[in-house]
């Protein structure tokens, strides 16, 4: 899903937010409780809210983990879309924001360390990093990150799991 303000200004160029959901949620869910609208409104920019691929009947994002048995390439499908974007719209490619509730906070991470060619800056809602992103993570430039997550979040918890997730600390402390 896009939302493109209705008052868009196209003769500028314009900022995008990549707006990605958590796993087993949808797009759409995640476009009815972000509120990210009025904001874009205000503030001349388009919001993107792709839709994740089924693993094992959920929607997901693969950023290693839990998602191990995904053979999907996310990375290589939010380039794409980054890319079909631009040809729809005057985008502003060093304004290119992502954000991310819980596996899509994950994925924004797997963004800033594939994609840093292109995301100006990451914010994660209660996701982390995987081992695996963590330990192939080669940004060709520092990436600003925005990181909320409650200290006692039992869903990814703060203090990480070895088998498939960072600590807060430890993910804070690489950016």
Avoid at 3 to 29: E, F, K, M, Q, R
Avoid at 148 to 162: A, E, F, L, S
Wanted: proline share 5%; with cysteine.
């Amino acid at each position: 899903y896009i939302y493109d303000p209705s008052n868009l200004n196209s003769n500028s160029s314009i900022p995008v937010l990549l707006a990605l959901h958590g796993y087993g949620s949808t797009a759409i869910t995640h476009y009815n409780y972000t509120n990210n609208e009025p904001i874009a409104y205000a503030n001349n920019f388009i919001v993107v809210y792709p839709q994740g691929t089924l693993l094992k009947r959920k929607s997901h994002w693969n950023v290693g983990g839990w998602t191990l048995d995904s053979n999907i390439d996310d990375v290589g499908f939010i380039s794409s879309l980054l890319d079909s974007l631009s040809e729809r719209y005057n985008i502003n490619q060093s304004r290119i924001y992502s954000t991310g509730m819980s596996n899509g906070g994950y994925m924004s991470f797997l963004l800033a360390c594939q994609l840093s060619d292109r995301i100006a800056a990451i914010a994660s809602v209660t996701g982390s990093m995987t081992p695996q992103t963590y330990n192939l993570c080669n940004p060709q430039r520092p990436i600003p990150v925005l990181q909320i997550h409650g200290t006692n979040d039992q869903k990814v918890p703060y203090k990480g799991n070895r088998k498939w997730s960072l600590s807060i600390n430890k993910v804070l402390e690489y950016w």
